[in-house]
């Protein structure tokens, strides 16, 4: 809920809600609505002190948006950003495939989500080492494939509603519904790929090691 509240809720509130004139105005309110998912971002690297790939990327995200808006770079730019950062994600993805590195380990197969010792093992003892090996190659074009979907989910909405010139309130307005729209229009049917890669890399991790589902999971 906290993540909604912080990158969803609160800047879509001041970007439509507070962008006039006689209140915050429309660059002051864009730029208090984008420290909401700035602070939130810091605060859970604070927390876990831990490098989130995707955390980093989103900052990156929410800089150029902000930096975009200060330069009043065409609205044309906005939809361009918006989808190339999913887009570099899924040909990153596809690339680290041939890497003693490939990405697919940090979205999904790693010590947070796995007990990726225990299967390890139980791969090597049943030699199923190379077919798991195609299996996370599978997972990560599928993971690619979801980047992509958002990528152009992304381009398509903010060439839809961001058409008002920066530093206007209508600008910050329409970023606030692009915002908001997000959640169900880009990250929904970009999160079912992604449960469904799951899926598909825990149930073959359970024919090649013959574990249970209990034993693959973290404990949460």
């Known amino acids: 809920m906290g993540n909604l509240l912080m990158n969803?809720?609160?800047?879509?509130?001041?970007m439509t809600q507070l962008n006039d004139e006689n209140r915050l105005g429309p660059v002051w309110s864009m730029l208090i609505a984008l420290m909401f998912p700035l602070g939130y971002g810091i605060?859970?690297?604070?927390?876990?002190?831990?490098?989130?790939?995707?955390?980093?990327?989103?900052?990156?995200?929410?800089?150029?948006t902000g930096g975009m808006a200060l330069l009043k770079l065409p609205p044309e730019y906005i939809a361009i950003?918006?989808?190339?950062?999913?887009?570099?994600?899924?040909?990153?993805?596809?690339?680290?495939?041939?890497?003693?590195?490939?990405?697919?380990?940090?979205?999904?197969?790693?010590?947070?989500?796995?007990?990726?010792?225990?299967?390890?093992?139980?791969?090597?003892?049943?030699?199923?080492?190379?077919?798991f090996?195609?299996?996370?190659?599978?997972?990560?074009?599928?993971?690619a494939s979801s980047f992509l979907l958002s990528g152009v989910l992304n381009y398509v909405l903010a060439k839809w509603i961001v058409v008002s010139q920066p530093g206007t309130p209508a600008f910050t307005a329409e970023l606030g519904r692009m915002t908001l729209l997000s959640y169900p229009v880009i990250v929904l049917p970009s999160t079912l790929v992604l449960a469904a890669t799951l899926y598909y890399l825990i149930s073959n991790i359970e024919k090649l090691t013959h574990m249970a589902m209990a034993d693959i999971m973290q404990a949460t």
């Open 81 to 131: 950003k918006e989808a190339a950062i999913p887009t570099l994600l899924g040909l990153l993805t596809v690339i680290s495939i041939k890497t003693p590195y490939p990405l697919v380990r940090t979205f999904l197969y790693n010590e947070q989500v796995l007990q990726v010792d225990k299967i390890s093992a139980a791969l090597k003892q049943y030699g199923n080492e190379r077919r």
């Open 8 to 14: 969803i809720i609160i800047p879509t509130v001041i």
């Open 43 to 64: 605060r859970e690297y604070l927390t876990s002190r831990k490098t989130n790939f995707i955390s980093i990327l989103g900052l990156i995200s929410i800089m150029l």
């Open 133 to 143: 090996d195609q299996v996370l190659t599978n997972s990560s074009w599928l993971i």
